[in-house]
């Protein structure tokens, strides 16, 4: 039985198939705007990067005698130069205020002052705060702050006083753990 109709044409009353080049167009377009999404995030990262992840020109050691959950602690750096951080209220209750107190010594007065909380055993996000000159003392440093509530029962926090100076970030970092409200005191993680 033979047709009418040729072989590239459509059957009667069907739409005519779009052409080629607009195929190719809309994938072009496709490719572009993927290239440029890809372009945006690169630059926010590299500008984010190093507000996220300053770097640290000293960082005090850890002090193992220190528990900030019953008063204040001093960290020492090896090069000359203590900060001194009381987190109160004592015990550091997790979502609810914390105040912090950072009192300098022998150190030169930094641009600006940040108290970073990051979780040891888990990645809790981004959380810092800026602190601000008490009373225009170029020494002490007042803020607030608030930590998470964590799923585990038990989690590990490093408080890292960042002291911002022309020549690099110095590092006074700070351990402590909490207990998420309503569990009890032992099981650590």
Do not use: Q
Not at 52 to 59: D, T
Not at 111 to 119: I, N, Q, S, Y
């Amino acid at each position: 039985m033979a047709s009418n109709s040729k072989p590239d044409s459509p059957p009667p009353g069907a739409l005519a198939p779009a052409p080629r080049r607009a195929d190719a167009r809309v994938a072009l377009l496709w490719v572009a705007a993927a290239l440029l999404a890809a372009a945006v995030v690169g630059v926010a990262v590299h500008k984010a990067w190093p507000v996220l992840f300053p770097a640290i020109a000293e960082r005090a050691p850890l002090s193992p005698s220190c528990d900030l959950r019953g008063g204040a602690c001093t960290a020492r750096f090896p090069g000359g130069g203590s900060v001194r951080l009381d987190l109160r209220p004592r015990g550091i209750p997790t979502a609810k205020p914390l105040d912090a107190d950072v009192r300098l010594a022998d150190l030169p007065t930094p641009e600006r002052v940040e108290l970073d909380f990051a979780g040891v055993n888990m990645d809790m996000g981004y959380n810092r705060v800026p602190l601000t000159p008490a009373r225009g003392d170029p020494t002490h440093y007042t803020g607030s702050a608030m930590l998470p509530v964590c799923v585990r029962e038990r989690m590990l926090w490093e408080a890292r006083v960042l002291l911002h100076l022309p020549d690099g970030t110095l590092a006074a970092p700070f351990r402590f753990p909490t207990t998420r409200p309503g569990a009890g005191a032992a099981g650590a993680d």
